[in-house]
């Protein structure tokens, strides 16, 4: 596709690693400002470390949710902005365009740059304000991790920030999207009808750069009923719950439901209250990273079905417990017509499903040991490299922002796609 990086679903480009030239700015290594939307979130760890394993220094400035942040994530001086909240839009708007007017003073601090790389479009913003303080020409990347529903919307106030977003978009110099369905679905019909920006498909892939394999799952769970199966991370979903809920209270029998992580306050209230006097459904509330294999090693199936944002961002991600399952030889459930039904139909893996209301009780009354054991062994052959990002991943990245750092700043942003790879 002209004025498009193109990569793979699967794995990030494979170009051999370009020796990194002496930085733009000052010193002997290109430096990266990662602005970010909540500098507690885990992601934001995984990414800084992929950055200083592809050669980069890094600083990382950006809001916070809960606690306030370290003076250091993975060896990267923080700057933090301000306190900002899940679901109050209007509030993180304002802060951003505070720190956008004031980006001046940010941009002293922060020290100099070769690359901006920002996610979410609260930060882009904020990014291309600091850009025009600096003392050199720098490169913005936009690094967008899900569609916000509002973006989506055809109010007014949706068309405004689609309009924002475009505008900025326009200073930015590449687009790093998780998913390869943000582009079909939403950037390339909505946001690129008469302009592109180059892009990449980087994967929440788990993130391993120590030599080795990850211990893998060979637990032997007992291939039979009650059929465990779990639901890890971001517990957010209300329909899904209602089906595990439901098929819990009807079939104690057949299923027993693990509900691991972080329950979104905003969609269920108190969690417990939904969940109380279910023997079938256990929840363990929230885990550390260190707990994953062990959770996986628990259960037969791995809940990736989602419809919190039904037809919009639900169909589009690839989510981290698509990963993380799949590292550990979990057999997922997902949605068929799904990007990540289509992910795991390609990889020839686990169980899509088109209604799982009516069609999860069915199937599991129906499996036989030897059908399981089919779907486990199909998971144990898939290629650790689906779900693991590892050094060459990292190379790939090194590649990929010296290319952008020294694509020239001072043309269109027309003739720019038209002269990317």
């Known amino acids: 596709m002209p004025g498009t990086f193109l990569v793979s679903a699967r794995s990030m480009i494979r170009a051999p690693r370009q020796s990194l ?49 370290p003076l250091e994530i993975a060896g990267a001086k923080t700057v933090p902005l301000s306190r900002t909240f899940d679901s109050r839009l209007v509030h993180r708007g304002a802060a951003a365009a505070y720190h956008a007017l004031t980006s001046r003073g940010l941009m002293r601090e922060l020290g100099p740059a070769d690359l901006f790389l920002a996610r979410s479009l609260e930060m882009l913003a904020v990014a291309v304000a600091a850009k025009r303080h600096a003392a050199v020409p720098l490169a913005v990347i936009y690094e967008i991790l899900d569609i916000h529903r509002l973006l989506l919307s055809p109010s007014i106030a ?14 930015a110099d590449f687009l790093i999207t998780s998913s390869p369905a943000y582009l079909r679905a939403y950037f390339e019909p909505v946001q690129f009808p008469d ?32 059929w465990r199966i779990g639901w890890f991370g971001m517990i ?23 509900i691991f992580g972080r329950p ?15 023997p079938a459904l256990n929840f363990g509330g929230a885990y550390a990273p260190s707990e994953l294999k062990q959770l996986y090693e628990s259960v037969h199936f791995n809940w990736a079905i989602d419809y919190f944002e039904e037809n919009a961002n639900s169909e589009w991600l690839l989510p981290n417990r698509l990963y993380e399952g ?52 199909a998971a144990r052959r898939a290629p650790r ?24 700043r001072n043309v269109s942003l027309s003739e720019r796609a038209s002269q990317s790879p």
């Open 21 to 69: 030239k002496p930085r733009l700015s000052t010193g002997t290594r290109l430096r990266i400002v990662y602005f970010v939307h909540d500098l507690n979130d885990a992601a934001v760890e995984k990414r800084l470390l992929m950055l200083r394993a592809a050669g980069f220094e890094a600083v990382v400035t950006g809001f916070w949710r809960g606690a306030k942040p």
């Open 158 to 171: 949706g068309r405004n920030l689609r309009l924002i977003e475009r505008a900025l978009m326009r200073k």
């Open 195 to 226: 302009r592109r920006l180059p892009t990449a498909v980087i994967e929440n892939k788990l993130l391993q750069l120590q030599s080795g394999s990850v211990a893998m799952s060979e637990a032997a769970l007992a291939p039979g009923p009650p």
């Open 236 to 258: 957010r979903c209300s329909r899904s719950l209602k089906i595990l809920l439901n098929l819990a209270r009807k079939r104690p029998d057949l299923v027993k439901i693990e």
């Open 264 to 278: 979104t306050r905003r969609v269920f209230g108190d969690f417990d209250d939904h969940i109380r006097g279910v």
């Open 326 to 377: 799949g590292n550990y030889n979990v057999v997922p459930f997902a949605l068929r017509r799904t990007e990540t039904g289509r992910w795991l139909k390609e990889m020839d893996l686990g169980v899509l499903l088109d209604d799982p209301a009516l069609e999860l009780e069915t199937f599991l009354d129906s499996l036989a040991p030897a059908d399981f054991h089919s779907l486990k062994n």
């Open 385 to 408: 490299s689906a779900f693991i990002a590892d050094q060459s991943d990292c190379d790939s990245m090194a590649t990929l922002f010296t290319n952008v750092i020294e694509r020239p």
